[in-house]
């Protein structure tokens, strides 16, 4: 993909990614994991969101309002090519922590579709069942594969 992203840094592990958010409200530290949730076919869930300082724990229902959504979203995505690298071209599955955090992803999803689906099948999930992804739909969560 050729969209603006942050650099990030992956843990020793490839499962393990964080990179910093840079806009008006500072410089917000990122997280990204991926752990493995499902067999045959192989997914590993995306979990994501500002890093708490005290804990170091992901907090996915933080609001950073940053004005850098997009790049923040691209640079998730760039983190799934490295993820694949280590461990193959398996189902993602990500959801939002809430109903409106999982629409905004998809608004994104669906504004940058023609470049994300350059590298990546992109599948939308309504209750059990999986789709290719497409504008104008609401979705539960988010199937992503990398060509």
């Known amino acids: 993909m050729n969209l603006e992203s942050y650099d990030y ?3 020793d592990n490839f499962q393990d990614f964080s990179f910093y958010s840079v806009g008006p409200k500072g410089r917000i530290k990122k ?3 991926y752990s493995k949730i499902q067999d045959s076919p192989t997914i590993y ?3 994501f969101g500002d890093e708490n300082p005290a804990n170091g724990e992901i907090d996915d229902r933080a609001i950073t309002d940053n004005d850098d ?3 923040v979203l691209s640079t998730v995505a760039n983190t799934i090519n490295t993820f694949c690298d280590n461990y193959g071209n398996h189902l ?3 959801k939002g922590s809430t109903p409106s955090r999982t629409r905004l992803y ?3 999803i669906a504004r940058l579709f023609k470049e994300i689906s350059i590298d990546f099948d992109v599948f939308g999930i309504i ?3 999986v789709y290719h992804f497409q504008s104008n739909v609401n979705y539960d969560a988010f199937l ?3 060509k």
């Open 69 to 71: 959504r997009d790049v």
């Open 45 to 47: 869930n995306l979990a």
């Open 106 to 108: 998809q608004m994104s």
């Open 144 to 146: 992503v594969k990398r």
């Open 92 to 94: 993602i599955y990500a």
């Open 31 to 33: 997280t990204v994991v």
């Open 9 to 11: 840094r992956a843990a």
């Open 127 to 129: 209750g059990e069942d």
